[in-house]
């Protein structure tokens, strides 16, 4: 015995199947710009953060992504950010460049660079 699916008619309504759909993040993201004339990342980190810099030289010369900490997972979860730089399409947390010396001085044996060379 074989089933069969039922379709709706798409040439009836004038619509084709997916194919006319907008992806989601797209369909999002004009929706933002039009009602706010702000893009989503922008929106989202207007909620996190007091301080968001949208052109790359408004951001102060001490405040630094993620990537310019220490690399480790721990480290990541331990900063705070205290701002957010949004580009176009995407947003980044700052960090101040203080976070670093105070996880130095919090956790000194995990952050000290071993010895090379003899002796």
Do not use: N
């Amino acid at each position: 015995m074989t089933r069969s699916r039922v379709c709706p008619d798409t040439e009836s309504t004038g619509l084709s199947p997916a194919s006319d759909a907008l992806p989601v993040r797209e369909t999002a993201e004009q929706f933002a710009q039009v009602f706010f004339g702000k893009s989503v990342s922008l929106l989202t980190s207007e909620e996190r953060f007091t301080t968001v810099y949208t052109g790359s030289r408004d951001r102060p010369a001490d405040l630094h992504p993620a990537s310019w900490f220490p690399a480790g997972t721990w480290f990541c979860h331990e900063i705070h950010a205290c701002g957010d730089r949004c580009g176009r399409r995407q947003g980044w947390p700052l960090y101040h460049a203080s976070e670093a010396e105070r996880l130095r001085a919090l956790c000194p044996p995990r952050l000290a660079t071993p010895a090379t060379g003899p002796g």
